[in-house]
């Protein structure tokens, strides 16, 4: 009743939006409104969490004509109602005070929680037609917010892109379900699990939810629409965006590839993990040379979906290999890990629209000396950034560590493809992450240390009450997620239980507060013990210094390469900082050039310094596919300048086609 009455809440809320879009006080009673609808969302997840049959499927009138529509609760919906709305509840409290400095509020107040409402109506879907409906309405909430400000060149070309990776999603999830629901056509999510497949259809399957959802979460090559359309929309909409529908999509893939279909072959496992390092490394190479922040944090979402998928791939690859309990760890490290990336993503965006509202840039290059004049949004910036980074003791560490100790175990699966495969999906996970660390030392070193590098960054302000709060909220789950998380595991076991027919608690062999998922002699880590040892020997420094140091202040100027001068040029640029990165990698990769312009003798010019780099993803795939369909349709085109004789011409040959295509089924 309570997940009822919150959804039916949300679109009552839309129309309130566009009765009453003209009024300033509007927008802040449809943002308050979508805060208490995620909160009681909140509530029902965790009130259905742990249960071990989930709630009865509900029946409502409504549907196709054959099919009424389906809606249930079980244990995986209830973990992702949390991962969605624990997110959902801060990006509304701080669009209360966000909204207020859009440009173009009133194209995005009504569908704001049109796409709430779709999201949630997604996990709650029992069956493949309210799926499916579900996941239009999130998709098309959130592309018409990617065009609010859609004067702007680059926004119209992010909402095209990301309407036709949606649509091309959505065209691979339809025959999914059809594979699925089989000849009896029953599409409810019960009738597909008592259905076998056969192994071709099987394999199709698994093909088309990789390309439906890897679409919508981001996988390589897929991902193409998460750098244009993440930074064309709001900030508090690219935070659920990047944070929570990416979620969305994962948890497409979970639901058919552990419960609908539940019977996927090692290879498939072993495909994915490949995918998700090649993903991971990627994302990460995309995002340290990026000088946006927004462009930045999305790319750095293509990563982690990446170690997510790892996880679930590991996961598929050890059921299937009959190592249930390892498969259960694998896909804890994996649901662990969205739930981390939904918490400190949502974080780091809000922090990215908190910048722009203060400064009104995005570029790196742009900003500096934040801290100072922004220090609420510049201590949570930074607890997120320690957390994506996969720093101790914050969450983004453990579930990474528990990524690795069951990858450390992918080589007891007796297959040549994985004892091989598994040490290098390790070496890039390990890339990944020390290039993530690499990436946000730049983004935050860049943005806030340092002096301001334009007029802007000199006269920022710290933001909003409930824009500086909703951030706090966020920084302290990060580190609440890192200290407890024997307490997070003990929850996830129980909803990968009916999974993968396993209930492994990763604590079992020393107990709380010890993660020991392999053994009680080596790989164990305690976030509780390490935060209390570090809080122990900060006390002990203080007294110490306190005890035999002096109080004397002394005060001296900042060290400057050698000269006095407050020249903000001097400092390290965001571009300088990745220079080493983008001549490693960058340069056979992304195909990245420098040229020197450097003026004539008596030209007073500045010399520039220029870098020219490809994707080569967009550049190698997307351009192609491109000119192909555009060759085809000059093709097509060409149809509608026919003459009368050569369409009736046309008919006549169509209907011989048709006439021998039923004879030879008759024959047959």
Request: charged share 10%; with cysteine.
């Amino acid at each position: 009743m309570l997940i009822a009455a919150a959804l039916l809440a949300l679109p009552l809320l839309s129309l309130f939006a566009i009765v009453t879009g003209r009024k300033d006080w509007s927008h802040g009673v449809v943002y308050a409104g979508a805060f208490l609808s995620s909160v009681a969302l909140i509530s029902a997840g965790l009130e259905h969490l742990g249960g071990h049959n989930g709630a009865p499927s509900v029946v409502l009138p409504f549907g196709l004509p054959w099919l009424h529509a389906h809606f249930r609760v079980d244990n995986l919906s209830a973990l992702f109602l949390l991962i969605i709305n624990v997110p959902a509840a801060a990006a509304s409290a701080f669009g209360v005070g966000y909204s207020d400095h859009l440009p173009e509020r009133r194209r995005v107040t009504p569908f704001y929680p049109m796409f709430l409402f779709g999201m949630n109506s997604v996990l709650v879907a029992d069956d493949a037609f309210m799926f499916l409906v579900a996941w239009e309405f999130m998709s098309l909430a959130s592309w018409l917010m990617v065009l609010a400000d859609h004067e702007k060149a680059e926004n119209r070309r992010a909402g095209m892109v990301y309407l036709t990776m949606a649509t091309f999603g959505t065209f691979c999830l339809l025959p999914c379900f059809g594979l699925m629901a089989g000849h009896g056509g029953d599409y409810t999510f019960a009738a597909m699990r008592a259905h076998e497949l056969s192994p071709w259809a099987g394999s199709l399957v698994v093909l088309l939810v990789l390309l439906g959802a890897g679409s919508k979460a981001g996988l390589i090559p897929l991902h193409a629409w998460l750098p244009l359309a993440h930074p064309a929309a709001p900030s508090h909409v690219s935070a659920l965006m990047s944070g929570v529908m990416t979620k969305v999509a994962l948890y497409g893939l979970i639901r058919v590839l552990f419960d609908l279909h539940g019977d996927v072959g090692w290879q498939w496992g072993a495909t994915m993990m490949v995918v998700g390092g090649i993903t991971a490394v990627m994302g990460v190479l995309y995002a340290v040379l990026q000088d946006d922040i927004k462009k930045l944090l999305a790319y750095s979402t293509v990563e982690n979906i990446g170690v997510a998928v790892i996880g679930l791939g590991l996961a598929i690859a050890f059921k299937a290999a009959g190592t249930r309990e390892l498969a259960a760890l694998a896909l804890v490290a994996g649901l662990y890990h969205m739930l981390n990336h939904a918490i400190f993503k949502t974080l780091l965006f809000l922090g990215a629209g908190a910048v722009i509202t203060a400064t009104g840039e995005r570029s790196l290059g742009a900003l500096g000396g934040l801290l100072k004049r922004m220090p609420w949004t510049g201590a949570t910036f930074l607890v997120g950034a320690a957390a994506i980074s996969a720093l101790p003791p914050l969450n983004g560490f453990v579930s990474e560590w528990l990524v690795l100790q069951a990858l450390f175990k992918g080589p007891e699966i007796p297959h040549w493809a994985m004892k091989f495969g598994v040490p290098v999906v390790c070496a890039f996970l390990a890339l990944a992450a020390a290039l993530a660390a690499t990436c946000f030392v730049r983004a935050f070193g860049i943005a806030f240390l340092g002096r301001p590098r334009s007029a802007a960054a000199a006269e920022a302000g710290e933001v909003s009450f409930g824009m500086r709060w909703s951030m706090v909220a966020l920084a302290a789950l990060c580190v609440i997620l890192g200290v407890i998380p024997v307490t997070v595991t003990d929850h996830l076991s129980a909803v990968v239980q009916p999974l993968t027919g396993v209930q492994f608690a990763v604590s079992s062999d020393l107990g709380w507060p010890f993660l020991s998922p392999v053994s009680n002699t080596r790989g164990s880590y305690s976030g509780t013990v390490l935060v209390m040892v570090g809080l122990a020997l900060f006390g002990f420094a203080i007294l110490l210094v306190h005890r035999f140091g002096t109080i004397a202040m002394r005060a001296a100027p900042a060290w400057d390469c050698g000269h006095n001068e407050d020249i903000p040029n001097s400092q390290y640029t965001g571009q300088s900082f990745s220079q080493p990165l983008r001549r490693s990698f960058a340069h056979t990769i992304f195909r990245a050039r420098e040229t020197v312009v450097m003026p004539e003798p008596g030209d007073d010019s500045p010399a520039r310094h220029q870098v020219h780099m490809i994707d080569p993803i967009w550049v190698g795939l997307y351009e192609r596919l491109g000119r192909i369909v555009g060759a085809i349709a000059d093709q097509v085109n060409r149809l509608q300048y026919l003459t009368v004789r050569r369409y009736l011409l046309m008919m006549f040959c169509t209907l011989v086609f048709m006439l021998l295509v039923v004879a030879v089924r008759q024959q047959q």
